[in-house]
């Protein structure tokens, strides 16, 4: 059986984002399930049926956040496409889609399964391309179908000040165990010596539950909400695979378009 070795020669990741000069090589060695993208230090194990389009997308991602994990083998990679509805024009409470422009959501999907356990880790991130007008605090929220167990979960999240990232907290705002989690993000910051530009917020979900025929999909989605004025705040609502957001009297809010990825068990 055959592993494919696939190497790219790149600068070292820092939190400081660079481009990236990448060449290929043809490097083979063996096993069939797989194949494996070296990224400086980092090995990624990809779905051999992951398409060239999609490899070339999740090694993009890789390249922008260093954050992420290479745990598992990759089957999915997904980002958000800016789609405008009606559905909430009555709602004043929310004004307006984002466009993926100024707020780009990203998901991949790894497989860690067991013999019996159907267990997929799951990272989101949502990646500011522009920084917004108001700076205040956000929500970005993982929910989940099939009543599947989170067995780990937490959050990266960074800001930009002239070039060079600088970690922050973003302190778990809710969690309902077999349905969805949420994270608060303070969408940068201003004071009286430097300007913080919201850079990205990730959250990182192992989900777990017993195998049955492996052949049964649910959705996963992440959705984020961004503050735009107002002295209230957002709140996060769960249900299976769904999420909504709320908010407090005098709070507006705008909304990116959510992304999704299906899991099995």
């Not at 290929?24 to 398409?51: C, H, P, Q, R, W």
Request: charged content about 15%; hydrophobic content about 35%; some cysteine.
């Amino acid at each position: 059986m055959l592993k494919k070795i696939i190497t790219n020669l790149i600068v070292s990741f820092s939190v400081i984002c660079s481009s990236q000069f990448i060449a290929f090589a043809d490097d083979f060695s063996t096993n069939s399930d797989y194949d494996v993208i070296v990224l400086g230090d980092k090995e990624i194990k990809v779905s051999s049926e992951m398409s060239e389009y999609d490899r070339n997308k999740l090694i993009s991602i890789f390249q922008e956040i260093p954050t992420l994990s290479t745990d598992g083998v990759f089957t999915d990679v997904n980002e958000s496409i800016t789609i405008f509805t009606n559905d909430n024009i009555n709602d004043i409470s929310t004004r307006s889609v984002i466009p993926q422009s100024t707020l780009t959501l990203e998901m991949i999907q790894s497989n860690v399964s067991t013999g019996s356990r159907s267990r997929y880790n799951i990272q989101a991130v949502a990646i500011w391309k522009n920084s917004p007008v108001i700076k205040s605090k956000d929500q970005f929220a993982l929910s989940w179908a099939g009543d599947f167990a989170t067995i780990s979960y937490s959050s990266n999240s960074y800001w930009k000040s002239g070039g060079q990232g600088v970690q922050v907290s973003s302190p778990l705002s809710n969690i309902i165990p077999n349905a969805g989690i949420s994270y608060e993000y303070q969408c940068g910051s201003d004071d009286n010596n430097f300007e913080f530009d919201p850079w990205y917020i990730q959250i990182n979900a192992t989900l777990d539950r017993a195998k049955t025929t492996g052949s049964n999909p649910v959705n996963v989605v992440a959705s984020y909400a961004h503050k735009t004025t107002g002295l209230g705040s957002i709140s996060v609502n769960f249900s299976p695979g769904s999420i909504s957001f709320s908010a407090s009297f005098g709070c507006q809010y705008d909304t990116a378009s959510p992304i999704s990825t299906l899991i099995y068990y």
